[in-house]
């Protein structure tokens, strides 16, 4: 199922509805509240989160997830927008990139991000966060 084709229907709906408002109170002479409250939609102010649910289409706690990544990756390495405004996180997903054969022969990850655990998987974890919040930021305009 396309979420984002049923969300933008929906506004498209919304929007035809305040049309329809618009001439019946101005047929009417009463004030024009409705067409205050209702805005056309506008990708930048979409959350990561509602993107991830709503465009990706994943469950609400593989968003969170995902989110909670983010937010440990920048604890760490420092903002993903600087780093996406700098150079795309080009050099950002170079130090997640970590091999089977890094794990193999104990080389230490070049992130900062500390990893309990298996250093192969949560770095790849990570890096798969980042991917997604660089879509994100693509969507909506940067």
Request: glycine share 4%; proline share 2%; charged share 30%.
């Amino acid at each position: 199922m396309n979420y984002e084709k049923i969300i933008l229907n929906l506004l498209n709906d919304v929007a035809d509805l305040k049309e329809r408002v618009t001439a019946i109170e101005s047929n009417s002479g009463s004030n024009n509240l409705f067409s205050d409250k209702v805005r056309t939609f506008n990708p930048k102010d979409l959350k990561f989160v509602d993107y991830l649910i709503t465009v990706r289409g994943m469950k609400e706690s593989t968003a969170l997830s995902r989110n909670s990544n983010c937010k440990r990756v920048e604890r760490y390495e420092d903002s993903l927008k600087e780093h996406y405004q700098k150079d795309r996180c080009k050099q950002l997903l170079r130090r997640l990139e970590y091999s089977m054969d890094d794990q193999v022969h104990g080389r230490p990850a070049s992130h900062n991000i500390p990893i309990e655990g298996n250093v192969f998987n949560g770095t790849a974890t990570l890096k798969q966060a980042v991917n997604l919040y660089i879509e994100y930021l693509e969507y909506i305009g940067g």
